[in-house]
C-alpha cells in the first residue's frame, strides 16, 4: 500500500489495502470484517501523534461542542507544561499551531481543510511536537506513577531523549500520558504476536473510544470501523 508522494497522512483506502497479494491470514480477516478502511501515515517516527490527532480531529470535526472542548482542553494545556517547568516561549508557537488548526477546523469543518493541514510539514510537525511536550509535562508532573513504568533510571532524562524529541517512537506510557492529558479515549488494535486473534487494547479501559488505531510492526495507523448493523 503505497502513500502519495510527499503525504504525512494519506487518504482512506479500503481495508484490503493492507492486505498482501497471497491469502489473507486469520488476523486480516478479523480486521476486514472489523473495519471498512485505513489512512495511512507515514513512517517516520511521529507516526503515533499525527495519527493521534488527525484522529481525533477528524472524529469530532462535526460536533462543535466536541471541537471547541478540545480546543478548550490545548489551551489550558499550556498550565500543565508551566507547571512541569518548561518555559513559556519553549512551547508557545507550537501551542499556538495547534490552536490555529483546530479553529482552521472549526471554520470549515471539512475533512479536506483536516488532511492540507496535517500534510503541512512544518504545521504538522508544530502539532507533533507540541503533542510530545504535553506527554512529557504529563509524564512529569504525575511523576510518582509513571516512573514505575520507565526503564530509564531517570524520568526527566527519559521524557527529554525518548519523548520530547521528534521522530523516537512512543511507548504504551507515553500514550497512555497522553490519553489522560486530554481525555481522549483510543482504541489499538495491534497485529503483533503469535496468536490467531488482533489483539485489542482500550486506554483508558472501560471508556467509549473516539479513535481506532492499527499498530503493526512498530508503526502506527488509522482505522475506520464498519457501521454497526
Same mark, same amino acid.
Given at each position: 500500500?503505497?502513500?502519495?508522494? &510527499?503525504?504525512?497522512?494519506?487518504?482512506?483506502?479500503?481495508?484490503?489495502?493492507?492486505?498482501?497479494?497471497?491469502?489473507?491470514?486469520?488476523?486480516?480477516?478479523?480486521?476486514?470484517?472489523?473495519?471498512?478502511?485505513?489512512?495511512?501515515?507515514? &513512517?517516520? &517516527?511521529?507516526?503515533?501523534?499525527?495519527?493521534?490527532?488527525?484522529?481525533?480531529?477528524?472524529?469530532?470535526?462535526?460536533?462543535?461542542?466536541?471541537?471547541?472542548?478540545?480546543?478548550?482542553?490545548?489551551?489550558?494545556?499550556?498550565?500543565?507544561?508551566?507547571?512541569?517547568?518548561?518555559?513559556?516561549?519553549?512551547?508557545?508557537?507550537?501551542?499556538?499551531?495547534?490552536?490555529?488548526?483546530?479553529?482552521?477546523?472549526?471554520?470549515?469543518?471539512?475533512?479536506?481543510?483536516?488532511?492540507?493541514?496535517?500534510?503541512?510539514?512544518?504545521?504538522?510537525?508544530?502539532?507533533? $511536537?507540541?503533542?510530545?511536550?504535553?506527554?512529557?509535562?504529563?509524564?512529569?508532573?504525575?511523576?510518582?506513577?509513571?516512573?514505575?513504568?520507565?526503564?530509564?533510571?531517570?524520568? $526527566?532524562?527519559?521524557?527529554?531523549?525518548?519523548?520530547?524529541?521528534?521522530?523516537?517512537?512512543?511507548?504504551?506510557?507515553?500514550?497512555?500520558?497522553?490519553?489522560?492529558?486530554?481525555?481522549?479515549?483510543?482504541?489499538?488494535?495491534?497485529?503483533?504476536?503469535?496468536?490467531? $486473534?488482533?489483539?485489542?487494547?482500550?486506554?483508558?479501559?472501560?471508556?467509549?473510544?473516539?479513535?481506532?488505531?492499527?499498530? $503493526?510492526?512498530?508503526?502506527?495507523?488509522?482505522?475506520?470501523?464498519?457501521?454497526?448493523?
Amino acid at each position: 500500500m503505497k502513500m502519495e508522494v &510527499g503525504s504525512l497522512v494519506s487518504r482512506t483506502e479500503d481495508i484490503s489495502a493492507l492486505f498482501s497479494a497471497q491469502t489473507p491470514s486469520a488476523k486480516h480477516e478479523d480486521l476486514n470484517g472489523r473495519f471498512s478502511a485505513v489512512r495511512k501515515v507515514r &513512517g517516520d &517516527g511521529n507516526c503515533f501523534y499525527r495519527a493521534f490527532c488527525f484522529a481525533h480531529l477528524e472524529s469530532v470535526l462535526h460536533n462543535a461542542r466536541a471541537l471547541q472542548r478540545f480546543k478548550d482542553k490545548i489551551i489550558h494545556s499550556g498550565e500543565v507544561l508551566a507547571s512541569a517547568g518548561f518555559d513559556e516561549n519553549s512551547f508557545r508557537h507550537h501551542l499556538t499551531t495547534v490552536v490555529n488548526v483546530v479553529e482552521r477546523c472549526q471554520a470549515e469543518e471539512q475533512e479536506d481543510t483536516l488532511h492540507r493541514l496535517l500534510n503541512e510539514p512544518v504545521t504538522s510537525d508544530g502539532v507533533v $511536537q507540541y503533542l510530545r511536550l504535553l506527554t512529557s509535562a504529563h509524564l512529569q508532573n504525575h511523576a510518582d506513577f509513571f516512573c514505575n513504568f520507565v526503564e530509564a533510571p531517570d524520568l $526527566q532524562v527519559y521524557c527529554r531523549q525518548e519523548v520530547e524529541a521528534m521522530a523516537m517512537e512512543c511507548d504504551h506510557v507515553d500514550i497512555l500520558a497522553l490519553t489522560q492529558a486530554l481525555d481522549i479515549c483510543i482504541h489499538i488494535v495491534s497485529m503483533e504476536g503469535d496468536e490467531q $486473534q488482533l489483539a485489542h487494547h482500550i486506554i483508558p479501559e472501560g471508556a467509549e473510544p473516539s479513535l481506532h488505531l492499527l499498530y $503493526q510492526t512498530s508503526h502506527y495507523n488509522i482505522l475506520y470501523p464498519r457501521p454497526r448493523l
